[in-house]
């Protein structure tokens, strides 16, 4: 295999796994505020935050899945899984508790 394609697949390999390896969030209850919004297609879902402060959010999904807890940042945006071939759609954005560093 040449180099550059090596390279190619060795660092989508590891980008995988990082993701394969993220912990699940620990979602509340509570919606996230109006200010962080999705936009969700086939093979993505691009939350938004669009809030003055940080939050904390995680995507809840019509099927259960489980969807891990990402911090962004005023302005920040974040993706997540789309609802692919199985028309698993976003239900809501939750507040989360980020997993210890």
Do not use: K
Not at 15 to 21: C, D, G, I, K, P
Not at 27 to 34: K, L, V, Y
Not at 41 to 50: E, P
């Amino acid at each position: 295999m040449p180099r550059p394609t090596a390279l190619a697949s060795a660092t989508a390999a590891g980008l995988l796994l990082a993701l394969a390896a993220a912990p699940s969030a620990a979602a509340s209850d509570a919606p996230a505020p109006e200010c962080v919004v999705y936009h969700q297609g086939w093979r993505y879902t691009d939350v938004v935050n669009g809030c003055a402060i940080g939050v904390a959010v995680t995507v809840e999904y019509t099927n259960g899945q489980q969807a891990p807890c990402r911090i962004l940042g005023p302005g920040e945006r974040a993706t997540f899984a789309g609802y692919g071939t199985n028309g698993n759609y976003v239900t809501a954005l939750r507040v989360c508790a980020p997993p210890p560093a």
